[in-house]
């Protein structure tokens, strides 16, 4: 899509990546130095360990101000992904080999450890490959950025020399955010010692902006006087981050809301350097099952694989999509709704796509509005989307007791012996995440109630209903329609009720799928069947 396809709109569309690029291009206008450069996207990387889901989460939501943004104004942009690979591994990371070599390298640059793995030519490059290689699995456009290659090749020299210019300014600003003890201390250089390689944190004896140079002591008392330039010293990872923005001219980052009084020192750092701080989109942390923070330490919540092991990629992407001002559960349960918003979603665009040519300027921002048109960077796939629901794969799975992939296929090919695996790809890759889900969240906690008396003479009613149109070509809309009758027949109020119990008597679950379909799928007979059981059920 080109700029020109906004030409006649009204407004711009409201989807919170449009409103960022808005702002991105209204910066982009103002500044006093017009250039050709593109517009630059920064999202920051600690490469101590493996990427994940927060890491997915800020790449993708970043590649979709990209996205809008080259679709609004036509204009170049790029995403650059920054690996500080210069910082002091802290502490030993328990998911990796070889802790006990790991821990002799304590303190030092974690682009100048060995690595434990034994694949790369340090610990840091080892991750910046894992982090590569995520990225390009998911298809995100960017331009990898290593700390250790910008500092030692000079690039960012001349802003190096500008701290030490600005120093005392920029101990007095972070001075006020620490405590006492190590207000006394403080300095943003973090010189690297020249015999052992750690990256110390010392006090400044002295600081020559002219030259370039710092002077401090080791634990020990030794004088060392060194140039900040050339990758011999680093900075505080604070004034670092405001260091790159002033440097390349960073136009805009995301940043969690953990980071938020980090954003405004950082933002305060870059305009004592001559800079004009990032826009920036502060979003909110996932939470885990108890509405506690997420946490690599911790292990609560969930990881990428888990997810993708559950549901496609695309309900992943949503889910990030949705909402990132809103802090969210990030567990097992939303999986199925993210995937069904998903499809629907999808559906919703190829609709659209059918009469593209005749779509007033409503109708395309319903397309510009979509999330899939995001996660699909604007091309919607062949063969995307799927007939059948997730939810009614999960039930499907669980009256028919499925384990294997055939079972589930065998109801979908009565129901329309049009789809397969090669016509219905996502339909195929959603058959075996309901497989996976069914087997470890939903078989071990079933948990079928009995039918009160008004309940066992709805359910009687409702087979005996289907019995009469056993053997008939009836539509999902008219099972529907027959369900939704004797709901009002028994008067349930609220109706919802009625469907309560279906699905807790029939089903042994809190929640389901719409009836109608779910019969159409399953089979009349079979329902029949399961609705005998329920009754006599003990």
């Known amino acids: 899509m080109s700029k020109n396809d906004f030409s006649s709109f009204t407004s711009i569309p409201k989807s919170w990546p449009f409103e960022e690029a808005a702002k991105l291009s209204d910066r982009i206008k103002s500044k006093k130095e017009k250039s050709d450069k593109p517009a630059l996207l920064e999202t920051g990387y600690g490469p101590s360990g493996l990427p994940h889901i927060g890491t997915f989460g800020e790449v993708a939501r970043t590649s979709w101000v990209r996205q809008a943004y080259q679709a609004l104004t036509g204009q170049p942009i790029k995403i650059l992904a920054f690996s500080d690979d210069m910082d002091g591994l802290r502490k030993v990371p328990d998911n990796v080999p070889n802790k006990e070599m790991l821990a002799q390298h304590l303190g030092k640059q974690l682009s100048r450890i060995p690595d434990p793995f034994g694949t790369h030519d340090s610990f840091g490059a080892h991750n910046n490959a894992q982090l590569c290689s995520f990225l390009d699995h998911f298809n995100f456009e960017y331009e990898f950025a290593s700390a250790t290659d910008y500092y030692t090749s000079g690039r960012f020299d001349?802003?190096?020399?500008?701290?030490?210019?600005?120093?005392?300014?920029?101990?007095?600003?972070?001075?006020?955010?620490?405590?006492?003890?190590?207000?006394?201390?403080?300095?943003?250089?973090?010189?690297?010692?020249?015999?052992?390689?750690?990256?110390?944190?010392v006090p400044m004896e002295k600081i020559d902006p002219v030259a370039g140079t710092v002077v401090w002591r080791d634990e020990n008392g030794k004088a060392f006087e060194t140039l900040v330039t050339g990758g011999h010293a680093k900075l505080q990872w604070k004034a670092d981050w405001a260091m790159r923005w002033y440097a390349l001219g960073v136009d805009y980052e995301m940043s969690g809301k953990d980071l938020i009084d980090s954003v405004k020192l950082s933002s305060r750092i870059c305009k004592i350097l001559g800079g004009e701080p990032p826009i920036n989109l502060t979003y909110e942390l996932f939470l885990d099952d108890q509405g506690q923070k997420i946490s690599k330490s911790k292990g609560n919540g969930l990881s990428i694989e888990e997810w993708l092991q559950y549901a496609p990629e695309e309900s992943l992407a949503l889910y990030m999509f949705n909402a990132p001002k809103r802090a969210k559960r990030l567990f097992f349960d939303v999986i199925p709704k993210a995937t069904d918003e998903y499809l629907k979603h999808v559906s919703d665009w190829a609709e659209l796509e059918k009469n593209k040519d005749s779509l007033d300027d409503a109708e395309k921002e319903k397309i510009y509005n979509n999330p899939a048109w995001f996660i699909h960077q604007g091309q919607l796939p062949e063969k995307a989307g799927s007939p059948i629901t997730f939810a009614m794969l999960l039930n499907l799975a669980s009256v028919a007791n499925a384990e294997r992939a055939e079972i589930l296929w065998g109801f979908l090919k009565r129901y329309d012996d049009t789809v397969s695996a090669e016509t219905h790809p996502m339909l195929s890759k959603l058959v075996d995440c309901a497989l996976a889900y069914y087997a470890d969240f939903i078989k071990p906690n079933k948990d079928y109630r009995r039918p009160d008396d008004k309940e066992k003479q709805a359910l009687t009613s409702l087979a005996d209903k289907?019995?009469?149109?056993?053997?008939?070509?009836?539509?999902?809309?008219?099972?529907?329609?027959?369900?939704?009758?004797?709901?009002?027949?028994?008067?349930?109020?609220?109706?919802?009720?009625?469907?309560?119990?279906?699905?807790?008597?029939?089903?042994g679950q809190k929640e389901g799928p719409r009836f109608g379909m779910f019969i159409a799928v399953y089979g009349v007979s079979e329902t029949i069947e399961l609705i005998e059981t329920a009754l006599t059920r003990e």
């Open 158 to 201: 001349a802003a190096l020399k500008r701290v030490l210019e600005v120093h005392d300014e920029i101990v007095t600003v972070v001075g006020k955010t620490l405590r006492e003890e190590r207000r006394a201390t403080y300095s943003p250089v973090l010189p690297i010692h020249p015999e052992t390689g750690i990256v110390m944190q």
């Open 466 to 507: 289907l019995r009469a149109v056993q053997g008939q070509s009836v539509t999902a809309d008219e099972l529907q329609n027959m369900v939704f009758a004797v709901g009002k027949e028994f008067e349930f109020e609220p109706l919802r009720a009625w469907f309560g119990c279906l699905y807790e008597v029939l089903l």
